[in-house]
């Protein structure tokens, strides 16, 4: 039987995993958007619609993966990678623009962050790992 020390430090690692792969599945996606508005005519009014939509689908994917292995407290797991996520997006972005501000898209992406984060990690916790 493992110590509970041992069990959170597995617990720790597999939700910093699914911060990674929602970063790096993010990255993926904006990068194929950006081809996509680069040679195309799709106007421009869909760039902000499209990243909210894609961080949701990056965190959901991160925090299923991350929690096949937890198997327990998908809710909370899920919530901590989206709002982690979403807190390490807005610290990077604001080192960047060199300024932070709290808008309404800025609010949209905060819930919709910890949404999907705990909607992964209900998907994960409920996949079985063979």
């Known amino acids: 039987m493992e110590n509970s020390d041992n069990v959170n430090n597995k617990n ?3 939700v910093l995993k699914g911060l990674g ?3 790096i599945l993010t990255f993926i996606f904006l990068l194929i958007l950006s081809i996509v508005l680069t040679y195309s005519n ?3 009014e869909v ?3 499209n990243i909210i939509i894609i961080t949701a689908i990056s965190i959901l ?3 299923a993966i991350s929690n096949i292995k937890i198997k327990k407290n998908g809710l909370i797991n899920g919530g901590i990678i ?3 996520y979403i807190i390490l997006l807005y610290l990077f972005s604001s080192i960047f623009s060199m300024q932070f501000s709290l808008t309404m898209q ?3 992406m905060i819930i ?3 949404v999907f984060g705990i909607l992964g990690g209900i998907i994960g916790v409920n996949i079985s790992s063979k």
């Open 12 to 14: 720790f690692i597999q």
């Open 21 to 23: 792969i929602a970063f």
């Open 42 to 44: 799709v106007s421009e």
């Open 47 to 49: 760039i902000n619609p």
């Open 61 to 63: 994917i991160g925090s």
């Open 82 to 84: 989206g709002g982690v």
């Open 106 to 108: 800025s609010v949209i």
């Open 112 to 114: 919709t962050g910890i």
